[in-house]
């Protein structure tokens, strides 16, 4: 029996991924590298800023010492936090918002797991903080997924063992965390029948059978 579900962020509950993208697009401009497109872009999804700094840079054909990296990935992450200034419900992806009440409703705790460090603030800037009982995110972490660390803390905060959490992904490196952790998973998003996933729906707003999901 699922007792809590665990969250992803980016592209599951809001769609910021389209703003990551816009923002390392920037920052590829300026760098001179015209390659980075939305196929790369979906290796960065899920995984963290420095591997996604990564992703850019291997467009190009120049060498960054780990000090420039760093400066890079907070440029990024200056323009992405710049874009989520006019972040608001609107962002939340299709069926999110219904289905956290849904949730609530059926007394299932609710736990975040996301890669970013900017989970706070897109919480609270899309209304969906009340709806959240823990948050785990890149703040808290160590590991990047596929490692599951960010799913085993949310489930240590949680009070939940591994087992009885259900993580809602979209990306594989998210499910293969999910796996790794012993816990179940439903895979959504636009890749979400490529994922692995115990169960997966393009969208929470696609019909999902939560009872048989809860009785996993
Ligand atoms: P930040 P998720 C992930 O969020 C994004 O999918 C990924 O593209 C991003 O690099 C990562 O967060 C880190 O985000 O730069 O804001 O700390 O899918 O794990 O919710
Ligand atoms: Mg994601």
């Not at 790369?40 to 995984?47: A, L, S, T, Y």
């Not at 293969?176 to 890749?191: I, N, R, T, W």
Request: aromatic letters at 6%.
């Amino acid at each position: 029996m699922i007792k809590s579900v665990i969250f992803d962020l980016d592209g599951v509950l809001v769609s910021t991924d389209e703003l990551h993208y816009q923002a390392w697009k920037k920052l590829a401009a300026e760098l001179g590298i015209t390659g980075f497109n939305r196929e790369d872009n979906e290796k960065q999804r899920g995984v963290s800023r420095m591997a996604s700094l990564e992703v850019v840079l291997a467009k190009g054909d120049r060498q960054y010492t780990n000090e420039e990296k760093a400066a890079l990935a907070e440029k990024k992450n200056n323009y992405y936090k710049e874009m989520l200034k006019d972040l608001d419900e609107r962002a939340a992806l299709p069926g999110a918002a219904n289905t956290l009440k849904l949730l609530r409703e059926r007394g299932i705790l609710v736990g975040i797991g996301s890669a970013s460090k900017n989970t706070p603030v897109i919480l609270e800037k899309t209304g969906m903080l009340p709806y959240i009982d823990k948050v785990s995110c890149g703040l808290d972490t160590m590991k990047s997924k596929p490692d599951p660390e960010v799913f085993l803390i949310a489930a240590k905060k949680l009070g939940t063992p591994a087992g009885e959490c259900l993580v809602v992904e979209d990306s594989a490196a998210g499910i293969q965390a999910a796996k790794a952790g012993g816990m179940k998973s439903l895979g959504v998003g636009p890749y979400y029948n490529t994922l692995g996933a115990d169960v997966c729906a393009a969208s929470l707003a696609a019909e999902i059978d939560w009872d048989k999901l809860l009785a996993m």
